[in-house]
Each structure stands twice: as structure tokens, then as C-alpha cells.
């Protein structure tokens, strides 16, 4: 019997294998330099990613988590204050709020954007409130000119949750917001290049990007146990560098960012397509500066877990971002009241297999069998 090729959620081979010389060579020049912390590679992804991004400051941390903190903990966010956040993300947004010493407070998000609903945060500020952090949910940005305007309004800052959106822009016609990547639109914004991510290292990795300069020096005091001077620690801070290895990795993918996302987009663009009369399928807008960090559909006519189940039985991987929204997860038991939107969508979604070079052929399989078992 001819055995059919599974079809993971993201395969980076093909990548891996076009790039492994400069990998290796990259690798090699670390290991000849011995300088795995904080060495020239790490110093030169900073300058390289910044000047991308169009910011003045970008930090290098060892994870999009430690990010998160470290920028609340430089904007001064602790105990007795608030951070407005979407209910809808991977937990770490909320729980960089919880141990920044903050109270995440939760609202629901839009419906057709997945990202959080600038009206609900002007009803949840508070005297408390301190921050407003958007996550920009499956690489797609939320809707930042009124997010800014808010924060200006009630003098509160703003942090970026880019972890999923390395590379996309956002649009706004007749604003000087126009065409700004994400992750440059906050005072002090975090981005994750866990390896699975749209630019991912080979490691854990992160990264702190800021116009302010007093942020910026806060942000590297505490990514060195609260120190710029060796031997002198002015504050309590955290051992969260990026080591050489990663960056001089992201050096490379950095390289090649713009046309991987424009390849994802293509692939999102033609799952649309291979979808657009199937019934009980609500399939994502293709906004402009989407990066399509995810494609994820809503099943709205359909038991969601049975049917990636049976995807699975077919040797097709999809995933479910994320099952539990942030204010239901055990940690948080019983604070917090529900959000209709977040807590609907968490039953419905389901990310369908995507990368820069997934094929046509592979995406019309997942999408032949996903039409199969809804029929
Ligand atoms: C929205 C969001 N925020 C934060 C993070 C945390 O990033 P990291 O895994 O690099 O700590 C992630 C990554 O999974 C994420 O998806």
C-alpha cells in the first residue's frame, strides 16, 4: 500500500536544508570566538533588528516571556496595578503581568479579529490601571489606532505582546501609524522567536524593543540581574540574555523574514480560496500586514475536537490556539467573570497546517479532508 506523507502543523526542513551551510558556518564562528553571551553576534542582531523595525532600541532576552516582564517591570508595573489584556493568548501574556506583581484584567475581544476590542478597555480602566497590552493574535495586528489613542487619553502605557507577529505592518491609512511594523507601535514591546515561531531561533529566545531611552537602559539593567556594571546591582533583576548561537541564527532569518511572510500570506490566501463555498467554515480575513503567523479557522457547525481528531487520523496535524482562554485557566479560578467572544472562539478555532513553503498539493489534502469529515 502506498503510505501518504503526514502532514505536520509547520516543517522547517526545507528551510533548514537551503540554509545549512550559513547555519553552520554561523555556528562555527561562535563556537571559534567563545563568546556565547552577550558576544558581537548578539550586539549585531540588536543593531540589525532595530534598524528592520524602525525602533531605536532593541533588547535581546532569553525568551518572549521574560520580554513581557522585563518591559512591565522597566514601565515600573507591580504590585497594586493593572494591565488591560486580551483573555484570548498563549498564558504567558497574562502571567508576565502576574509575576510583574500586576493584575491582569481581562477583555473580550472582536469576533472577526481575534485580538482584543478596543471599546471593552475603555469600560475595564480603572484608577489601577497602569498598561494597556495587546497581543497581536496569529501574526494579525490589532486595531492599534484606537488602542493608541485610548492610552493616550488616560495617560496609560502601552506594551505589545508581538510575539506572533514578527514582520507585520499595520495599516492606517492617513495616520503616521500607517505601515508601522507591530512591536514598534508601544512604548516597550516584547517578540518571542521560540523555534516555532514566524522568526524562530533554534532555542528559546526574545527580544525588548523600545524609542524610549530610559526604558531601554532599564530593560538591559534587568536582563542582567538589575546590573550594567559588573559586581554592581542596583535593583533585583533577572539572568535572561540572548546568547550568540540564537542570534547569530536570527541574524541569518532575518535575512529572509519578508519573504517568508509574504509566502505565508500566498499559502493563507489559497486555503481561502480552496474553502470559500464550504459550509460551516468561517475562515480568516486576509487584512492587510496579516503575517498568518497561524491560519485558523472557526468551525461553527461542527464538534471542533472531533473533527481535528479525525484530521489527526488522517495524518494531519492542526492545533487549537488555545483551547482555555487566560481567565479561566486553574490559575486564576474564580477571579475573574467570563467574555462571550473569547470563551465561543476558544470552542471554534483550529489552526490548519502552514509555513513558507507548504505546497499546494499538501494544503488541498488538508483541506480535502477536513470537507470529508464535515460532510
Ligand atoms: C502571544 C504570546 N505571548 C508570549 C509568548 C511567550 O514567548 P516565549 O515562548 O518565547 O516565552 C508566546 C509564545 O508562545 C505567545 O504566543
Known amino acids: 500500500m502506498k503510505q501518504i506523507k503526514a502532514i505536520p502543523m509547520l516543517d522547517l526542513s526545507q528551510e533548514i536544508t537551503e540554509l545549512w551551510a550559513e547555519y553552520n558556518t554561523a555556528i562555527q564562528t561562535v563556537l571559534r570566538s ?36 522585563i518591559s512591565l517591570r522597566a514601565l515600573g508595573i507591580g504590585k497594586g496595578d493593572e494591565v488591560i489584556t486580551s483573555p484570548f493568548s498563549f498564558f504567558a501574556t497574562a502571567e508576565s503581568i502576574s ?15 481575534f485580538n482584543i476590542d478596543p471599546k471593552q478597555i475603555i469600560k475595564a480602566i480603572s484608577d489601577k490601571t497602569k498598561a494597556i497590552m495587546p497581543v497581536h493574535l496569529y501574526g494579525r495586528p490589532a486595531n492599534m489606532a484606537e488602542i493608541i489613542a485610548t492610552a493616550i487619553k488616560y495617560n496609560l502605557k502601552l506594551v505589545e505582546d508581538a510575539a506572533q507577529s ?15 511594523f507591530t512591536g ?63 542570534a547569530a541564527i536570527l541574524r541569518i532569518k532575518l535575512r529572509h523574514i519578508d519573504k517568508w511572510n509574504a509566502q505565508r500570506r500566498n499559502a493563507a490566501q489559497y486555503y481561502n480560496e480552496l474553502l470559500k463555498d ?44 488555545y483551547p482555555i482562554p487566560q481567565d479561566k485557566l486553574e490559575v486564576y479560578q474564580g477571579q475573574y467573570a467570563s467574555y462571550a467572544n473569547s470563551n465561543k472562539l476558544a470552542e471554534e478555532v483550529l489552526s490548519l497546517p502552514i509555513w513558507p513553503n507548504i505546497s499546494k498539493e499538501q494544503q488541498e489534502r488538508v483541506v480535502t479532508s477536513l470537507l470529508q469529515i464535515l460532510n
Do not use: C, W
Request: net charge negative; hydrophobic share 40%.
Open 34 to 69: 567563545s563568546q556565547f553571551i552577550n558576544g558581537p553576534e548578539t550586539r549585531a542582531f540588536e543593531v540589525e533588528v532595530a534598524e528592520y523595525l524602525g525602533v531605536k532600541h532593541a533588547i535581546g532576552v532569553n525568551s518572549g516571556t521574560d520580554a513581557l516582564t
Open 99 to 113: 509575576n510583574a506583581g500586576a493584575k491582569p484584567v481581562f477583555v473580550d475581544i472582536e469576533e472577526d479579529s
Open 166 to 180: 514578527f514582520g507585520a505592518r499595520y495599516f492606517a491609512k492617513n495616520s503616521q501609524l500607517d505601515a508601522k
Open 184 to 246: 514598534a507601535l508601544g512604548d516597550i514591546n516584547a517578540f518571542s522567536f521560540y523555534p516555532t515561531k514566524n522568526l524562530g531561533a533554534f532555542g528559546d529566545a526574545g527580544l525588548i524593543t523600545t524609542n524610549t531611552d530610559e526604558l531601554a537602559e532599564l530593560a538591559l539593567k534587568l536582563r542582567t540581574h538589575g546590573s550594567i556594571k559588573r559586581y554592581h546591582n542596583e535593583m533585583l533583576g533577572y539572568n535572561s540574555r540572548l546568547d550568540s548561537i540564537q
Open 278 to 321: 464550504a459550509f460551516g467554515i468561517i475562515s480568516p480575513e486576509l487584512s492587510q500586514g496579516h503575517i498568518f503567523h497561524q491560519y485558523t479557522i472557526r468551525l461553527i457547525d461542527a464538534d471542533r475536537d472531533q473533527v481535528k481528531t479525525k484530521l489527526a487520523a488522517r495524518g494531519i496535524s492542526t492545533m487549537i490556539y
